[in-house]
């Protein structure tokens, strides 16, 4: 690679590339991450944990079919009290490791936050909006009343930054992210909830039924919600949702992000998602004459 | 994708273990394995135990899933995605095969003219796929002595001349597979390995059969005894359905 400066930083975490593993995918075991972020990936985000453990849905967790991909894992966690070791493990890479929680109200918040501090993450991701689990996410992250005391709430408790994770299952997301923007960056988007129905048993496939819909169906919802919030308000956003390109990756920070999250690439591209992406991105940098990360970000808004 | 199959036959192996056949034109290899889902019930990791055009899974009765599939009767349909992971090497000279418990079952496929065999038991009637063998090629042990050996695996491979050998495939349990490779860690032979963990999604996302960074369903399941002998993980520690850490008895 040439000439080109990926570094970018959102916030007070500075990150060596835009790009970060997202929150669910090959990240409960410590030594999973690890080999990530030494295969490429400047930051990763842990699967959500809750106060106590789970053994989430059991199998089919995914419906897949190229290039549609419906999981419902169904927050599967250890709980905060067993999670520290894995931390661990993840931070001997060296780079930021994002604590993502889940809870059912600010106090719950609140709690998981400062334990993930104490385990020496480098921001917590607030999970407003898991979409198939009851009583959690998207139930807690449509309501911009409940949002806001989470955020604020979990904003005045830690000293490490807090991102808040939304949904795009909302009706409109504005008053979502409205009621967020006290916190350090919004992660735009989570899944899109769908089903999917196997016509030969007709039987859903998902044991949960409904899942969330992830990869490269829903980029153009996640590029919408991520240019729709930078038109509107000024905050750092990292975007997520079906990047599986260097130029998918160059057309979220077009919309006006930070930083990007990978995530269901991984089941087409394997680990080695993170390389390639860097790769083309680089090799878009170059053909056409950007040399910062910086020169690109949120050029569509203008 | 999910395919749907009709069951030719179903094959009562053991007490506790079924095969079933069914014609499927997709190609796969040793050591792959299929995600077989049994609608309203759940979904497992199963190894094909036939890979030609007519393939096999073999199924041992352990959980609900499981139960419910050795129970398909011909004509019925099977469900199952895949396939999927690494396969074994082939290589042109002898092998070894060497299956503890139902481990024999994604051996099967590798089981030709120039194969010996290892097949291990609790007793005398759990031995899976011991007959495939010529007789002359098999090596039995059974926990409570009543075939061959009495002893576990590692027993049974002490009677072989292990560098005879071309290259040696071992599947089972992984405290079954920590003893082999225990016993055979400072020796020149070629081993691929095949690992068992608990697996949700088999398609390189979810973590839950991950071993050292490695994901079992994509990476593996088979792997070098090179790559085996660098993990930290292996024998030592796995992460229980939640996610959470437990260590091997």
């Not at chain 1, 930051?43 to 089919?60: F, H, L, M, Q, W």
């Not at chain 1, 819909?213 to 308000?233: A, D, F, M, Q, T």
């Not at chain 2, 041992?60 to 599939?69: I, P």
Request: aromatic share 6%; hydrophobic share 40%.
């Amino acid at each position: 690679m040439s000439n080109s400066d990926y570094s970018t930083s959102v916030g007070s975490i500075n990150l060596s590339n835009p790009l970060i593993l997202a929150s669910g995918i090959l990240d409960e075991n410590g030594y999973t991450m690890k080999r990530i972020l030494t295969e490429g990936a400047a930051a990763a985000v842990t699967k959500s944990i809750g106060t106590d453990e789970r053994n989430g849905y059991k199998p089919p967790i995914v419906a897949v079919d190229d290039p549609i991909f419906i999981n419902a894992v169904g927050l599967p966690n250890p709980g905060i009290n067993n999670v520290g070791e894995e931390i661990k493990i993840a931070r001997e890479s060296g780079k930021p490791i994002i604590g993502s929680i889940f809870g059912k109200d600010e106090n719950e918040f609140i709690n998981l936050a400062g334990k993930m501090e104490d385990y020496g993450v480098s921001a917590v991701e607030l999970n407003l909006s898991c979409p198939h689990v009851k009583g959690f996410g998207s139930e807690i992250g449509g309501d911009p009343i409940l949002v806001k005391k989470i955020v604020n709430g979990v904003k005045g408790s830690i000293k490490i930054p807090v991102w808040a994770k939304l949904s795009p299952n909302v009706t409109n997301l504005l008053d979502i992210a409205n009621a967020a923007s006290d916190s350090d960056a919004l992660v735009l988007i989570n899944t899109v909830r769908g089903m999917k129905i196997d016509i030969y048993s007709g039987k859903p496939v998902l044991s949960n039924r409904v899942g969330g819909l992830s990869g490269s169906s829903i980029k153009p919802v996640g590029i919408r919600c991520v240019y729709e919030v930078k038109s509107n308000l000024d905050i750092p956003v990292i975007g997520v949702g079906g990047i599986e390109s260097g130029l998918d990756a160059v057309e979220y920070i077009m919309a006006g992000a930070t930083a990007v999250q990978i995530g269901t690439a991984i089941w087409k591209y394997g680990r080695a998602v993170f390389t390639k992406v860097l790769t083309e991105l680089n090799d878009f940098m170059d053909s056409e004459g950007y040399g910062k990360i910086e020169e690109l970000r949120g050029i569509a808004l203008k | 994708m999910i395919n749907s199959v009709r069951i030719l036959r179903n094959e009562i192996n053991t007490p506790t273990v079924n095969s079933l056949y069914f014609k499927w034109d997709s190609h796969a290899e040793p050591g792959q394995f299929v995600m077989v889902w049994v609608p309203g019930i759940s979904e497992i990791p199963m190894s094909l135990s036939l890979t030609g055009k007519e393939k096999c899974l073999t199924v041992k009765k352990y959980g609900d899933t499981s139960n419910a599939l050795s129970k398909v009767e011909p004509g019925e349909r099977i469900f199952f995605r895949g396939p999927y992971g690494k396969p074994f090497t082939r290589v042109k000279g002898k092998t070894l095969l060497v299956g503890g418990g139902s481990g024999m079952a994604s051996l099967r496929p590798l089981i030709d003219q120039k194969a010996s065999g290892v097949v291990a038991a609790r007793s005398s009637d759990e031995l899976l796929f011991k007959d495939l063998f010529a007789k002359d090629r098999i090596t039995v042990a059974t926990d409570d002595g009543s075939e061959g050996i009495k002893g576990n695996i590692v027993d049974a491979m002490r009677e072989i001349d292990l560098e005879a050998f071309e290259m040696i495939y071992v599947c089972g349990p992984e405290r079954m597979i920590k003893s082999i490779v225990d016993f055979v860690s400072n020796r020149n032979i070629n081993m691929e390995l095949s690992l068992e963990r608990n697996m949700k999604c088999g398609i390189g996302i979810c973590d839950s059969c991950s071993i050292d960074g490695f994901q079992l369903c994509t990476d593996g399941p088979t792997f070098k005894l090179s790559t085996v002998l660098t993990m930290k993980e292996f024998g030592r520690t796995k992460l229980a359905e939640s996610g959470k850490r437990i260590w091997f008895q």
